[in-house]
């Protein structure tokens, strides 16, 4: 477990370096892109945050680095005749930097992303898991929904 090392926050535009180095180091370190463009995901990344301010990041710091990130994407859903205003949100991008993995980092950036959850009266909040993921998310109190469907495009 942590050693209180780790403090999660709300993430603001001025993380976008940050998060973007590390998805960067997700993708040429764990699954092989060899890609020279990280300056431009850097500032691709910024654009997207400062353009989708539905989409919440948090991060989580050591010793003033990034070691992970989760978001939240808030979604308005359509008025029920009861209920004006509705909103559902949906878990994505939950990274933890693979010298920090099973120390409780990833924990803590759930309970945070739940806290915004509870903060904003979501009525339900969605993740597409990795099949290795799928027992963290058990272990932080989530669970399978009979009625949750997905569909996917045929490639």
Same mark, same amino acid.
């Given at each position: ?12 535009? $001025?993380?976008? *370096? ?5 998805? %960067?180091?997700? $993708? ?19 654009? %997207?945050?400062?353009? !989708? *301010? ?16 989760? %978001? ?5 859903? &359509? +008025?029920? $005749? ?8 949906? &878990? ?5 930097? *693979? ?24 009525? !339900? ?9 799928? *027992? ?7 669970? !399978?929904?009979?009625? %949750?469907?997905?569909?996917? +495009?045929?490639?």
């Amino acid at each position: 477990m942590i050693d209180g090392g780790v403090r999660v926050r709300r993430a603001s535009d $001025a993380d976008a *370096p940050a998060l973007a180095g590390l998805r %960067w180091r997700r $993708a040429t370190q764990e699954r092989g892109y060899q890609g020279d463009n990280l300056d431009e995901f850097v500032a691709t990344l910024g654009d %997207w945050m400062r353009g !989708h *301010p539905e989409h919440r990041a948090f991060v989580a710091e050591a010793a003033g680095d990034a070691v992970g990130m989760a %978001w939240l994407a808030v979604l308005d859903r &359509v +008025p029920t $005749a009861d209920k004006y205003a509705r909103r559902g949100g949906d &878990v994505q991008c939950v990274l933890v930097a *693979p010298e920090m993995r099973d120390q409780g980092v990833g924990a803590l950036l759930m309970s945070a992303v739940l806290d915004e959850a509870r903060r904003l009266d979501l009525e !339900h909040v969605t993740v597409h898991s990795s099949s290795r993921a799928v *027992p963290f998310y058990e272990r932080n109190g989530w669970s !399978h929904g009979r009625e %949750w469907l997905s569909w996917t +495009p045929e490639e």
